[in-house]
């Protein structure tokens, strides 16, 4: 099951293969995104050490991230390094399958739920998604987001975005980040208490994303945490400029004494 529809791929393409059959001059891989295509691994590109035999690095059977070097679209061949895929590449190719294959297994339950094959589901809602998003996975990280916001404009009909939304937020984890500081708010005047209260008030209810958790609380006075927690820094820093903006202002307003130190990371 695969949204894949290119039939070869790309010279400097990183691909996930499984070594079919090993021999003395090289060894033939399955490609597993390309339709189980078998492409050739020269025994000269399997390491950059010298080896005997494609045995030393690879067993029948073993998957790993290999490189194109060549393709010959006429003939269908493609030959493959593992020697040229460098250790970042291999992790981040290896991520990128990873959540290819969560994914599919994703698609693979809601085709269930929805009484389809998985491949319809893929061919229909999952085609959809990845025209949109341009990645399956990333897609459906914005649904575990958004809910059925981020499937606004698909076409899809009520059944479909429910068990979507319902799959996606189930199976995929959506990591947050947070950043935080103290701020110490002082008063002199009389009704003290109240002002600091009423600032710590208006920090709490300062208009924000929906997404963009705040919380504030006392440490000890004169001191208060400010916390918060979204799915990106950016967002967080840009909420945080418009807190220590309204600090700013009631600090005009009602004499007070403030000072605001960041947490470090």
Not at 121 to 129: E, N, Q, V
Not at 220 to 225: C, D, F, S, V
Not at 242 to 256: A, H, P
Request: hydrophobic residues 40%.
């Amino acid at each position: 099951m695969s949204l894949e529809e290119k039939e070869l791929p790309e010279r400097g393409e990183l691909v996930i293969g499984t070594v079919r059959e090993i021999f003395e001059h090289g060894a033939y891989i399955t490609l597993d995104e390309y339709g189980d295509l078998i492409a050739y691994l020269p025994r000269t590109e399997a390491s950059t050490k010298w080896v005997r035999s494609i045995r030393e690095v690879l067993k029948e059977g073993q998957k790993a991230v290999f490189k194109v070097i060549r393709v010959n679209r006429f003939k269908k061949h493609v030959d493959i390094s593992l020697k040229r895929v460098s250790e970042s590449e291999r992790r981040r190719k290896l991520l990128e399958w990873k959540k290819l294959q969560k994914s599919l297994k994703i698609m693979e339950i809601i085709a269930s739920r929805l009484g389809r094959s998985p491949h319809e589901a893929l061919a229909t809602i999952g085609r959809k998604l990845v025209n949109k998003y341009g990645n399956l996975y990333v897609a459906l990280e914005e649904v575990a987001r958004k809910g059925k916001d981020a499937v606004e404009g698909l076409d899809l009909s009520e059944e479909e975005e429910a068990v979507l939304e319902e799959e996606a937020k189930r199976h995929i984890e959506i990591k947050k980040v947070k950043i935080s500081g103290t701020l110490y708010l002082l008063s002199i005047k009389g009704d003290g208490v109240k002002v600091v209260k009423d600032t710590l008030l208006a920090i709490r209810n300062i208009k924000k994303p929906e997404e963009v958790t705040i919380r504030v609380y006392t440490i000890g006075a004169p001191r208060y945490k400010i916390e918060l927690i979204g799915l990106n820094y950016k967002d967080l820093e840009k909420m945080l400029s418009q807190i220590l903006r309204l600090v700013k202002e009631k600090t005009k307003q009602l004499n007070l004494r403030t000072r605001f130190v960041r947490d470090r990371k």
